[in-house]
């Protein structure tokens, strides 16, 4: 089954206007979860973000900042990183997510987590000087060993026109950006 995740800019100026469009995005399925990456907000930023969330689109949401306001805003979520120093926060039940950018680091966090994400697979749309780091060979190599299964994510540069190589290479599904905020597609 493919799926698709989203994931918000840094930075969106109209905060209503960006949770209208998760909200419609996770309303409608066309996005399974969403992740809320704000690398420069605060507690405060983040709780105020998130505190006239519908409970029901609280629980689709993973933070990837501020982890540990998960529980008290019953958030479905967390996103592992260097800026929560890869630690779940204490008595979180719920989906547990990292992103890889190497497939050594994809084999040790895998067993760790609910789903990955890879990347760079493609030129990045959001980020500049981003750029691949994989070629289609390596990648079908790695799935053909395992590696890349039903709960790794393609992530970087993905749009729909790349959906049917990514099933193809064996990848679950995809993590987008770019093509939501910028392209307006999914």
Not at 58 to 78: N, S
Request: proline share 3%; with cysteine; hydrophobic share 35%.
């Amino acid at each position: 089954m493919w799926r698709l995740i989203g994931i918000t800019l840094p930075q969106y100026e109209d905060w209503r206007e960006e949770k209208q469009k998760i909200i419609s995005l996770l309303q409608t399925n066309k996005v399974e979860y969403f992740h809320i990456r704000k690398p420069e907000f605060d507690f405060k930023q983040i709780s105020l973000w998130l505190e006239d969330l519908p409970l029901t689109i609280r629980k689709r949401l993973c933070l990837h900042d501020c982890t540990e306001l998960a529980k008290e805003f019953q958030i479905g979520g967390v996103h592992l990183n260097n800026r929560n120093n890869y630690e779940i926060p204490s008595n979180f039940i719920g989906r547990i997510s990292c992103s890889c950018h190497s497939f050594s680091e994809l084999e040790k966090w895998k067993a760790k987590c609910d789903y990955v994400f890879l990347s760079p697979i493609y030129d990045s749309i959001s980020k500049e000087n981003y750029k691949s780091r994989f070629t289609k060979s390596e990648l079908k190599k790695a799935a053909e060993k395992g590696i890349i299964d039903q709960n790794v994510f393609a992530l970087s540069g993905v749009e729909p026109k790349n959906f049917s190589e990514l099933k193809e290479i064996g990848f679950g599904g995809a993590a987008i950006m770019g093509s939501i905020w910028q392209n307006n597609e999914i």
